[in-house]
C-alpha cells in the first residue's frame, strides 16, 4: 500500500524559482516513486507578485498536476509587498487554507503531514491536520522568517519580537520532526528548543542530469544577447529585499571599462524596477527577463561567475536555493557572506567569499577569477563535483522518503 503524504505550503509549482520550485519537485518525485502524494497550496504569484494566467482568484481548485492532486486556495496578493502588508498576505492564506487541509486530513486520512514554512503562519493548520487525521507531523523550514523579517527591519519592536519568537517556538514544539536546509539552521532549531532527535537536516537538491555544464557559450551568448567577447558575472534569481543585489550594481559601476565584464542580472520581483532605476547609465549591467524552466541550465551556463549576493542581516536565516543550480552548473562563484556563516563555508569550496555589502571587495574578487581561466575551471570543475556527491535530487528526495 502506498505511503499517504499530504504537503502544506504557501508556494509550489508552476513557481520556477524560491520554495515552490523545490515544493513542487518534492510532490511529484514522492508521487513519481511509491506516494500517494496530494497537496495544498496557493495560486501561483511569485516572484512578480502577480497571480499567475489561467488560474482564478477567489475560488477554491482542485486538479491532477505531475500525478500530484493538487487543492489550491486564494489568497491576498499585493502588488508592492511592504511588512504590514507581506503579514496580511501570509495570514490570508492561513485563513483561507485551513479548511482545506483539515478536510483533506480528516477524509484522505494522511500517513504523514509536511508543513513547509514559510510560511509559519499556516503551521498551527498543519498541527491541527496530523492530529485530527492521525498523521506524523513534519515541518520544513526553507528560512527562518520571523527572525529575517526583524533583521532586515521588515518589522520592528521590541515586544513584537519576543511574541513572535515564543508563538514559533511553541509551534515548533507541535511538529514530530523539524528539519531546515543548512547545518547552520538546524542548530538554530536547536537553540530555538527543538530537541536534537526531532531535528532533521533536509537539503535544498538538483537535478543534475538537467542542470549540467554546456559547451556552446557562444550560442548561449547570442541567444541571451550579450557580448561573446565579454566575461559574465550572472546573478539570476528573485529580486527582493534581502538579496542585496544593489551592491552588485555598485561593484559594476567601480569596475574598470578596461575590465570588459558584464553584468548580467536575470529574474524578477518587487525591487527589480528600482534596480534598474539604480543601473540606468551603466554599460556593463545588463537585465533579462525570468526565464522559464526549460532554459535555466542555459541561462546558468551564461555566466563565468555566478554572483550570490546577501544582505548582512539575514546570515544563517535562509540559505538561497539558487546555490544548487549554480554548483551544478559547474562555475565558480562570488558570494557575499560573513565568515562563519553557511554561505562561507559552502562558497569558499568552489569560489571566493567576501564581506556583504562590499562593492568594492565585489569589484576586486570578480577581477581576480577574471584574470585566471585556469583557476576559474577548477573551482568551476569543483562546484559541480559537490552538487553531483551530495546535492543531488534521488539522493535527497530517497533520504527524506525513507526518513517518513
Request: charged residues 20%; neutral net charge; aromatic residues 8%.
Amino acid at each position: 500500500m502506498k505511503m499517504r503524504v499530504l504537503v502544506y505550503g504557501l508556494n509550489s509549482w508552476p513557481e520556477p524559482i524560491g520554495v515552490g520550485k523545490y515544493t513542487g519537485e518534492m510532490a511529484a518525485w514522492l508521487a513519481a516513486n511509491d506516494c500517494d502524494v496530494r497537496v495544498v497550496t496557493a495560486y501561483p504569484y511569485y516572484p512578480g507578485w502577480k497571480r499567475y494566467a489561467g488560474y482564478g482568484r477567489w475560488l477554491y481548485s482542485k486538479a491532477i498536476e505531475d500525478g500530484v492532486t493538487v487543492v489550491r486556495c486564494p489568497l491576498y496578493v499585493p502588488a508592492r509587498p511592504s511588512g504590514a502588508k507581506r503579514m496580511a498576505h501570509l495570514f490570508s492564506f492561513a485563513v483561507s487554507s485551513l479548511p482545506a487541509v483539515i478536510w483533506q486530513a480528516l477524509t484522505w486520512r494522511p500517513d504523514a503531514v509536511i508543513a513547509i514554512a514559510p510560511t509559519l503562519f499556516a503551521a498551527p493548520g498543519a498541527a491541527l491536520a496530523g492530529w485530527a487525521g492521525g498523521a506524523r507531523n513534519w515541518l520544513h523550514i526553507q528560512d527562518f522568517e520571523v527572525d529575517a523579517a526583524f533583521e532586515l527591519g521588515l518589522l520592528e519592536g521590541g515586544w513584537l519580537r519576543r511574541f513572535a519568537l515564543g508563538l514559533e517556538r511553541w509551534l515548533l514544539g507541535r511538529f514530530a520532526s523539524v528539519s531546515s536546509i543548512s547545518d547552520n539552521m538546524c542548530r538554530r532549531l536547536a537553540e530555538k528548543g527543538v530537541a536534537g532527535d526531532r531535528v532533521q537536516f533536509l537539503p535544498n537538491w538538483v537535478d543534475t542530469n538537467v542542470i549540467r555544464p554546456l559547451d556552446d557559450s557562444t550560442a548561449i551568448r547570442a541567444e541571451f544577447g550579450v557580448p561573446a567577447d565579454a566575461l559574465v558575472a550572472l546573478y539570476a534569481g528573485n529580486m527582493n529585499t534581502k538579496q542585496g543585489i544593489e551592491t552588485i550594481i555598485e561593484a559594476a559601476r567601480m569596475m574598470p571599462a578596461d575590465a570588459d565584464v558584464c553584468f548580467v542580472i536575470a529574474g524578477d520581483g518587487p525591487s527589480r524596477t528600482g534596480l534598474e532605476a539604480m543601473a540606468g547609465g551603466l554599460g556593463n549591467v545588463q537585465f533579462l527577463a525570468l526565464q522559464p524552466t526549460e532554459k535555466l541550465n542555459r541561462l546558468l551556463n551564461l555566466a563565468d561567475i555566478h554572483l550570490l549576493p546577501q544582505l548582512a542581516g539575514a546570515a544563517d536565516l535562509v540559505m538561497p536555493s539558487k546555490l544548487t543550480g549554480m554548483m551544478a552548473s559547474g562555475r565558480p562563484a562570488v558570494a557575499l557572506a560573513a565568515p562563519g556563516t553557511q554561505i562561507a563555508a559552502q562558497v569558499a569550496r568552489f569560489g571566493l567569499v567576501v564581506a556583504p555589502e562590499d562593492p568594492a571587495a565585489l569589484t576586486a574578487a570578480i577581477q581576480r577569477l577574471a584574470g585566471d581561466d585556469g583557476e576559474r575551471q577548477r573551482l568551476g570543475i569543483e562546484a559541480r563535483r559537490i552538487a553531483v556527491q551530495t546535492l543531488d535530487r534521488t539522493s535527497v528526495l530517497q533520504g527524506l522518503r525513507d526518513k517518513l
